[in-house]
């Protein structure tokens, strides 16, 4: 029975990663058009990228957008999240709902909604603008992450500082930050690979000169699919993102997220 | 002896819930008292609100003739041992110790000066480096009993110390812990709802119910003169018998108990003939004469009744004893009974001063 | 922690909380508030007296082309959150019972198709499916059909597509309460004499379906809205709800359409969680009739107990 369920569960396993196989195999063919199995491996693909002056540029804007909405997260979720922790009050569910209401709203509508009202205050074709959208889709995951953390922390233990002469400030930063250190650290990853990889808000927000990663796939799925180099790019997200889930589940003991429900 | 912390008439309600009603008490310089009740009367509570968690809506609260209300948590002065010891996980006992130091801004020497002292007192100096983690449950809470104390504080509140280790070590925590407070001479207000706990240690003991204090007294006061039915069910157990005053004076109070007969028992200020009132005789009290046993002492009260259980618990043997319809419980020592059987017939016997009224409606 | 019945908490309370609902009220609040206005806007050039805020929802509403894709998205997210229900729950009990390493690659495996741009894996699912790809390869050299065949473009690769995107949801709600379950319980169960079979039935599921619940409700919503994985796996032929709002937006930039059209999208959404909710809410007001019927004798117990 138990051996059943291991076997289903790889096999499983097998079905979520095959498409992220098949791109990184895809990625190394020798061919040039996109072949899985690939056929003889090379690098080549990945050496073409650094030439193309488009894919680089919106790497970095991806890489630079992801940071940027991550910290941005972080900083407005630890508030938050430090309100409803140590004040219970109704208000709480209202912020809460506010706040954890982009991650369930279609996106689509999202971007839309950000579209229309982010043009009139001019900063609809802008970074900002961009950012701003980013923010608002990553909080939510940066938010569940830190309560989870706030929910592990012993109350009291800021209440022995504080008899012990520490100022709320300093209680703060001695020993409660030390202690939900690594549920920021998750918040802020989780925070970071969302708008890393979010499509929807980006389509509306962005402009011809203002283009993610994931846009710029996209868009080029439309016209060349079995271009390597689009799956160089491809792989090369994937990587990144395993990246930074390993080094997360390194320092972040993940079966937490099953206390969240 | 002068009130080193007075707590006056504090009142706090969540919502319509009142969790204290009026509480007030004071502590002498160098004195330990305990707050003893039952879960959730508000203990913990109370502490809270003389450490500076929680504002209470009415009352206040002064330390060495100086109110300290308006004052945060961190400006009092006061050291605290939580029920769970709080110790900073992230942080080594050394660290842990000097936190309270190092926020006074102590210059380093005298930190480690001060931890080495505070180590020494509970025996921990050789684990300074070690994390809370690799302490036992004991061991956790002299460490927080050291950072508590080392501060110098000027009360020390502990919170059911003993509630988070388990029974033999509870026993002897307790005795480490009384062992180390002595000599320190600091007003201690420990909060217990187990009256062996508060007894130990404890100089007076004050007994809370649903946020209100209802005895202040020294642990043997309180025992043998509960002030109504609740302390005297709460601190130890009792037999508990309807009666009728028959005579009540100066000298004492005559009364007449259904099944039992008539009962003298200790004076009780302003008991009238025919009024209702409940009699409490402590179980260890009654001892226990064949039925046969001839000679009766003045001030005694004597009880025909039979011997329906037997339990030993070894290091006293519970008899129930049937006295006409009522029931009674008799603590004995060791072998006094083994001549006894089931069924047999005895007398009860208790000392006029032993047996106490309440009058009834005062629960 | 603190509790206080004073004004003083709620400053601070809102000191913390100032900063972030503030962002949140310009930035989210003040456009979804904004989009909802323009959806009931009159269309431009149509003034008159029979011109009113719902012109654009009537007309909406009685296209026939519209409903269709509405329709079809309602339909594929349904078979979706089905599929991904009854594939996900046995891997949700591996993920309950494992421990250490492997329980956290089982972590690392579930959150990459989430973490993962949609757009790669998307892109993935086009080189397994398509003409010359993988799975159509094995189903030849297996004998299984003689000529490549089309497994693009068509619903089920949709509903396969979302299936692996979502999963994820499920799987770690349920494992949630699976995991909550206490283990005694089944140890009960089976001392009493309950197969291991008809004690997972009897025990364990029954204390799992609030997790499948909220697994089902998040996979369903998410589908609703999804765009890329329909987009680039149905083909211009199959389009979801959310590519017509796009098309409305950026294409034919009709806002106020496309705004009715996200409106709609929203309300057909969130109408599902609003049900769900309802339906936990009717459960709790029937726990709470039969415990008001509960002597009160035994509420006191419980509370002294506490
Ligand atoms: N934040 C709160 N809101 C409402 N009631 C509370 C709160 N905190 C404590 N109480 C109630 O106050 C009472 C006293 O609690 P506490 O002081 O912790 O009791 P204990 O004597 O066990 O230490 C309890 O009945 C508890 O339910
Ligand atoms: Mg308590």
């Given amino acids: 029975m138990r051996l059943v369920g291991r076997i289903y569960a790889a096999l499983f396993s097998l079905f979520l990663l095959a498409p992220i196989i098949a791109i990184a195999g895809g990625s190394l063919t020798t061919t040039n058009y996109v072949a899985f199995p690939p056929r003889g491996l090379t690098l080549h693909w990945y050496l073409q990228i650094l030439q193309q002056r488009e894919s680089l540029t919106a790497l970095g804007l991806s890489l630079a957008i992801g940071a940027a909405a991550a910290t941005l997260a ?20 209202v912020v809460y709902a506010v706040i954890m209401t982009p991650a369930m709203l279609p996106s689509v509508f999202l971007g839309l909604a950000f579209l229309v009202l982010y043009t009139p205050m001019g900063i609809g074709a802008t970074p900002i603008g961009l950012l701003a959208g980013h923010v608002m889709i990553a909080t939510p995951f940066a938010l569940s992450l830190i309560l989870v953390g706030l929910a592990s922390l012993d109350g009291t233990l800021e209440h022995a500082a504080r008899s012990l002469g520490a100022s709320p400030f300093r209680a703060f930063l001695l020993i409660t930050l030390p202690q939900i250190s690594w549920s920021l650290a998750a918040g802020w990853a989780f925070a970071f690979m969302i708008s890393f990889g979010s499509l929807e808000i980006s389509l509306f927000l962005s402009t011809s000169t203002l283009v993610t990663l994931p846009v710029q796939i996209f868009m080029a799925l439309e016209w060349s699919p079995l271009d390597p180099a689009l799956t160089a790019i491809s792989s090369g997200l994937a990587i990144i993102t395993l990246v930074v889930l390993v080094v997360t589940a390194r320092f972040v003991n993940l079966e937490r997220f099953l206390k969240r429900a | ?63 060495a003739g100086r109110p300290i209300d308006h004052l945060p948590p961190e400006k009092r002065n006061i050291g605290i041992m939580f029920q769970n010891y709080a110790l ?34 509970v025996r921990l100096a050789h684990a300074a480096q070690k994390s809370p983690r690799q302490l036992s449950g004991g061991e956790q809470q002299r460490i ?19 509630s988070n280790l388990d029974a033999r070590l509870r026993i002897e925590m307790r005795d480490e812990l009384l062992h180390l407070l002595r000599p320190l001479k600091i007003a201690t207000l420990m909060v217990t709802h187990d009256q062996e706990e508060a007894m130990a240690i404890a100089d007076r003991v004050a007994v809370m119910r649903a946020g209100r204090i209802e005895q202040i007294g020294t642990p043997q006061a309180v025992y043998s003169q509960p002030a109504n039915l609740f302390v005297a069910h709460f601190v130890g157990e009792s037999n508990v018998l309807d009666g009728t005053v028959l005579e009540g004076s100066a000298a004492g109070t005559r009364l007449e108990a259904p099944g039992l007969g008539s009962l003298n028992a200790r004076a009780s200020g302003g008991l009238r003939r025919n009024d209702q009132v409940t009699v409490l005789v402590r179980p260890e009290r009654i001892s226990l004469l064949p039925a046969g046993a001839a000679g009766r002492e003045p001030g005694w009260n004597y009880v025909p009744a039979t011997l329906d259980e037997v339990v030993f618990l070894g290091h006293r043997t519970e008899c129930r004893l049937l006295a006409g319809a009522r029931r009674l419980t008799a603590w004995q020592a060791g072998g006094t009974i083994e001549a006894l059987r089931l069924g047999d017939p005895v007398i009860a016997a208790w000392r006029h001063d032993d047996t106490l009224v309440v009058p009834q409606g005062a629960t | 922690m603190t509790r206080t019945g004073s004004a003083r908490w709620l400053r601070s309370w809102l000191l913390l909380i100032a900063v972030p609902l503030l962002v949140f009220g310009v930035f989210y609040c003040a456009p979804i508030a904004n989009l909802l206005r323009l959806s009931f806007s009159v269309a431009e050039g149509q003034t008159g007296a ?47 019972q494992s421990k250490g390493w492997a329980q956290t690659c089982l972590f690392i495996v579930l959150l990459m198709p989430l973490m993962t741009s949609v757009t790669v894996t998307t892109y993935g699912w086009l080189i397994l499916l398509g003409q010359a790809g993988v799975v159509n390869s094995a189903l030849m050299g297996l004998g299984v059909i003689d000529r490549p065949q089309r497994l693009l473009q068509n619903e089920t690769a949709i509903v396969v597509g979302l299936v692996q995107v979502m999963s994820v949801f499920m799987v770690l709600s349920v494992a949630a309460a699976l995991q909550s379950i206490d283990s005694n319980h089944v140890r009960a169960a089976r001392s009493l004499g309950a197969s291991p079979w008809s004690a997972f039935w009897r025990i364990v599921f029954p204390q799992s379906l609030p997790g499948l619940r909220t697994g089902c409700l998040l996979v369903f919503s998410l589908s609703m809205s999804a765009y890329a994985t329909p987009g680039v796996l149905g083909g211009p032929r199959l389009k979801f709800v959310s590519f017509l709002i796009y098309q409305q937006a950026m294409q034919l930039l009709d806002w106020p359409r496309a705004a009715a059209m996200a409106v709609l999208l929203l309300i057909v959404t969130t109408g599902v969680w609003g049900l769900a909710s309802a339906y936990g809410q009717l459960k709790t007001w029937r726990r709470r009739q039969a415990e008001a019927a509960v002597p009160a004798f035994a509420q006191a117990g419980r509370q002294g107990a506490i």
């Fill in chain 1, 74 to 93: 972080t900083l407005l979720a630890l508030p938050v999240g430090l309100a409803f922790t140590r004040y219970r009050t109704r208000l709480n569910g």
């Fill in chain 2, 1 to 63: 002896m002068t009130d080193h912390l007075a707590v006056d008439g504090l009142e706090l309600s969540f919502g319509t819930h009142q969790v204290l009603n009026r509480v007030t008490f004071s502590i002498a310089e160098g004195e330990r008292l305990c707050l003893l009740g039952p879960s959730g009367c508000g203990k913990t509570t109370t502490l809270q609100v003389i450490a500076g968690f929680i504002q209470a809506q009415t009352g206040s609260v002064t330390v």
């Fill in chain 2, 88 to 121: 900073f996980p992230h942080m080594t006992i050394f660290d842990n110790v000097a936190f309270g130091l190092r926020m006074r801004r102590l210059p380093a020497a005298d930190v480690e000066q001060r931890v080495g002292e505070a180590l020494r007192l």
């Fill in chain 2, 144 to 162: 927080a009993f050291a950072r508590a104390v080392a501060i110098r504080p000027s009360l020390l509140l502990l919170d059911e110390p003993f």
């Fill in chain 3, 50 to 96: 029979n011109a009113d805020g719902l012109d654009i929802y009537a007309k909406l509403l009685g296209d026939e082309y519209f409903l269709l894709i509405v329709w079809r998205t309602v339909k594929l997210s349904l078979l979706t959150t089905l599929a991904c229900a009854i594939l996900c729950y046995p891997v949700s009990m591996v993920v309950a």
